[in-house]
Each structure stands twice: as C-alpha cells, then as structure tokens.
C-alpha cells in the first residue's frame, strides 16, 4: 500500500512543474511512511528484538533513499527553506516516537526485551529469599469450631505425610469421639494442603462416619509453613488455632 501511494505521487510530481507544494506535499507523504515504520518497528523491538531490527532494517532501506533524494531536490529549488523544514519535522517525529516508547515503558509497565528475556527491572530480591519448605516435621495440636462445637486435634507430621487423632463433641451420640485419620502434604494450584482420609474410630481400624478434614497451608517470610484454616469434604470451612507441640 506504501509503494504505491508513494509511486503515484512521484509520477504525478514529474509530470507538472516542480513547484514549492509539490514536493512539500511528496516530502510529507515520504517522511510520513518512513516515521510510521520507524514508530513499528520501535513497538516490535519492545516485544521482540529480531522482528523490530527487520522492521527497523526495511524502513531504512526501502525509504531512506528518496528521503535523501527529496532532500536534495528541496535544498536546489527552494534554497533550503524545505530542507530545514523537513529537517525540523523529522525531529519532532522523532521526539514523538521516543515519548510513545517511554509512555509503553513507564505507565503500562511494558519493558523492553534485554538478554534474551531478562528485564531491566528484574531484582536480585528473590535471589535472597530462603528456599520454600516443601516438608514438615514435627507435631501440632490444631483446634477449630464447626456447628457451635470445637474439634480439637494431634496432628503428627513427617515429611509429606502424617496422621492426626481428633476429639470432638458429636450432636448425635451426645459423646466425645476419637477418629484417627491420615494426612497427605499436597500441593494444587501454587497452594499446599493437608488433606486427612481413611477415617477411623480411635485406637481400632473400624471406619468412621467422619467427613475427613482438608488443612489449608500458608507460607511465612521465612519459607516455613503453617496451617490457615480447614474445610471438610462437605465445604464447611473454619479457621484453625495452631499450637507447636514440637
């Protein structure tokens, strides 16, 4: 589209008089194209190095040559008045690409591609930080309410894997209950968990009729983990008290 809007004006140039509004007309139109591919070819740099230099290397050479040769023809006909003109329009142009690029960088926080994919505001912050725990060892007493009544549980814990004996209060049999169940450390969605299955009544392997409870992790400045809140297997979430036994 660019050649040939450019060609019909340059045919249409030299077959009339080369007059001031001629070549001030050629000389926009020329300029315009070559500071329009310049300006993309200043995006794609800010996303891809390679695709900007090709868009950047074909506007230099596709238009560059007329710039200058509409240069010389301005500076013999009009004794430079166009030439500088054009020279103070080029700059401008310039000026203007720059701000755009700047506006990209700074207010919508579009950096530049540098290093094959480093930015310039990468920090060495993370680099600082204490490797995440990925275990945990030891033993908790966690309590939480659920319904009005406390659920109070040992949760003993080796590496990615435990078990946990609770207490509670259980509304049907108007009697304090034991249910040992186990509990796995797994990781979904950037979140870890603790999540309690095969429920059994305390003490014996006989199954329980307890909905197995889901500890929801969270992670400290330190790297070390604790425990946020809990939801059984029925959505009913609580927040969770955490006691270190050891």
Known sequence: MFAIVQYKILKDVSSTPRTFDNYLVMSAIVGGMFYLLLGIAAIGILF?????????LGAMIYLIPYGLKTSKRFWEISYGKIFLYSFLSSIAATIAILCFVVLLYVVFDIEPV??????????????????????INGSVKVSWFLGGYQYVGILNLFGTYGTMRTT?????????????????LQSYQNEMFLVGSNPKVGGTNIPALYSPDTFRLKRLPDGSLTISDMCDQNGVCALVQVEVLR
């Open 168 to 184: 509670y209060f259980n509304p049907t049999t108007y009697m304090n209950e034991v249910v040992d169940q186990d509990m796995h």
């Open 114 to 135: 540098i290093n094959g994919g480093e930015t310039r505001g990468a920090t060495s912050e993370t680099q600082n930080l204490p490797p995440p725990v990925t275990e």
């Open 48 to 56: 891809n190095e390679t695709v900007g230099g090709l868009l950047l």
